[in-house]
C-alpha cells in the first residue's frame, strides 16, 4: 500500500524536481499538492505547481493555493535571482496547460479533507515556507494523530543562504517554522542546508538526465537558469536539489541519516531573524526534531536521477 503524500511547494526549479520525484516514486501516491508564497508569489508558484502537474500527466491530483504571506511579519524577499522571474527557468510558458483551476477548498482546507479521509497516516512534506503547514496545526489539532511524519526542507544549523546563518524557507516566515519545529504532536524530520550544500548534482548529472527522454529534457532546461546562479554566486559548476533530497527521504524512510535535537527559531527582528537554533547539551528540553546532517550522497544523486529516468523514458511497445 503506497503511503499517502501531501506536497506543500513553493516551485521553484528545486520543487519541480521534486514534485516530479514523488510523482515518480511507486512507493507513495501524491494525495494533494498545495502551494505557498516563497521563491515566487503565490499566483506564480500555483500556476507552476500546476503546469508540472499537466506535465507528468497527473491534472488529477487535487491542487490548491494556501498563504501568500508570512503568519506575522511581512517579508518581501523571493529568490528569482535562482529561479527566475517566473520560478522556472523562464520556461514555465512552456509547459502544458493545467485541464482545470486550483481546488476552491484552499490548501488548509484539502489538507485537512485529505488527512479525514485517508485511513493509514499520511506523510506532509513542506519544501518552501512553512505557513500552510503552521496554519494546519493551528486550526486543526484534531487532524494531527492522522499525520505520520513532517518531513520538510528548510533550516541551517550553519551558513545561510538568504542572511548570514538563515536559510530561505525558514527566513520566509520564522514564527511558521517555530510553530512546527516546536510542537510534539506529530514527528518532524528537517532537511537542512548542512546536506543539502553537499549533494550537488553536477554538470555530468544535468547531462545524464537532460539525456533521460523528453520530460526530463525539459525539467533539465528549467535548472539552466538556476546552474547559472550557482556559478555566479557560489563559483559551483553543479546545483542543490535541496527539496528533492526531502521528498526522497519521505519516499523511502531512513535515507537519510538524522541526529535529534531540539531547535528554536529565532523570531525577532534583528540579524539573527530566521536563525535555527540547535540545543546540542545532553538531555536538553523540548521535543525532537530529526535533523537529516549526513546521507550516502552518491546514492542520494543516484537514486534521484533513477527514478526521474524511469518516469521520462517512453514505454516500451510491445
Ligand atoms: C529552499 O529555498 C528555495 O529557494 C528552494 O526551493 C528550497 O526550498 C532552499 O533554501
Ligand atoms: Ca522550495
Not at 114 to 138: F, K, M, Q, S
Request: charged share 20%; hydrophobic share 50%; net charge negative.
Amino acid at each position: 500500500m503506497p503511503t499517502p503524500l501531501i506536497i506543500d511547494t513553493d516551485p521553484g526549479v528545486d520543487d519541480a524536481v521534486a514534485l516530479l520525484l514523488a510523482l515518480a516514486s511507486p512507493e507513495v501516491e501524491v494525495r494533494a499538492v498545495t502551494t505557498v508564497f516563497g521563491n515566487v508569489p503565490l499566483p506564480v508558484t500555483t500556476a507552476n505547481a500546476a503546469r508540472l502537474l499537466a506535465l507528468a500527466g497527473r491534472d488529477d491530483v487535487p491542487l490548491a493555493a494556501g498563504a501568500d504571506r508570512p503568519l506575522v511579519h511581512p517579508q518581501r524577499e523571493r529568490a528569482e535571482s535562482w529561479h527566475g522571474a517566473d520560478g522556472l527557468g523562464g520556461l514555465a510558458a512552456g509547459l502544458p496547460e493545467p485541464a482545470a483551476g486550483p481546488d476552491p477548498r484552499g490548501a488548509v482546507g484539502l489538507m485537512a479533507d485529505v488527512l479525514r479521509a485517508a485511513p493509514e497516516p499520511v506523510t506532509v512534506v513542506p519544501i518552501g515556507p512553512l505557513t500552510n503547514v503552521a496554519l494546519l496545526l493551528a486550526v486543526h489539532p484534531e487532524l494531527t494523530a492522522r499525520i505520520g511524519r513532517i518531513v520538510a526542507m528548510g533550516g541551517s544549523l550553519g551558513a545561510g543562504n538568504t542572511t548570514g546563518a538563515a536559510e530561505f524557507n525558514v527566513f520566509s516566515d520564522p514564527e511558521a517554522a517555530h510553530r512546527v519545529f516546536t510542537q510534539a504532536e506529530v514527528p518532524v524530520t528537517l532537511v537542512p542546508l548542512d546536506l543539502t550544500m553537499r549533494c550537488l548534482a553536477d554538470r555530468r548529472w544535468l547531462a545524464d538526465l537532460a539525456a533521460s527522454g523528453p520530460r526530463c529534457a525539459q525539467l533539465a532546461a528549467m535548472i539552466g537558469h538556476y546552474h547559472d546562479a550557482f556559478r555566479t554566486r557560489y563559483g559551483l559548476d553543479a546545483v542543490a536539489l535541496h527539496d528533492a533530497l526531502a521528498v526522497l527521504e519521505a519516499v523511502v524512510p531512513g535515507t537519510l541519516r538524522t541526529t535529534g535535537l531540539p531547535l528554536r527559531v529565532a523570531c525577532d527582528l534583528g540579524p539573527a531573524r530566521g536563525v535555527v537554533v540547535a540545543d546540542r547539551r545532553p538531555a536538553a528540553p523540548g521535543p525532537q526534531v530529526h535533523v537529516a546532517l549526513d546521507a550516502d550522497i552518491p546514492a542520494v544523486l543516484s537514486e534521484i536521477l533513477t527514478r526521474l529516468h524511469a518516469w521520462s523514458a517512453p514505454p516500451v511497445s510491445a
